[in-house]
């Protein structure tokens, strides 16, 4: 993708913030650009998942590539 143009939301915003929070005694403030680098990130893991599949000629994303 080219850059300046910006990626789909993969995230429920709302609710990312609030695990990102935290809770109790250990509470955080998320930065507006938080959840883009997050997203981001998901981009990588779902475009690794995809390689590690196709690497093992499978056409099934399963949970193990995803977490490899």
């Known amino acids: 993708m080219a850059k300046g143009?910006?990626?789909d939301m993969l995230l429920?915003?709302?609710k990312t913030k609030e695990a990102l929070k935290?809770?109790?005694k250990n509470t955080f403030n998320?930065?507006?650009d938080a959840l883009e680098g997050l997203n981001d990130y998901v981009y990588?893991?779902?475009a690794?998942?995809?390689a590690r599949c196709a690497a093992n000629g499978r056409k099934t994303i399963r949970r193990h590539d995803?977490?490899?």
């Open 48 to 50: 690794q998942a995809q």
């Open 12 to 14: 429920v915003g709302s």
């Open 66 to 68: 995803i977490l490899a």
């Open 5 to 7: 143009k910006s990626k």
């Open 22 to 24: 935290g809770s109790g």
């Open 44 to 46: 990588w893991l779902v």
């Open 30 to 32: 998320v930065s507006s």
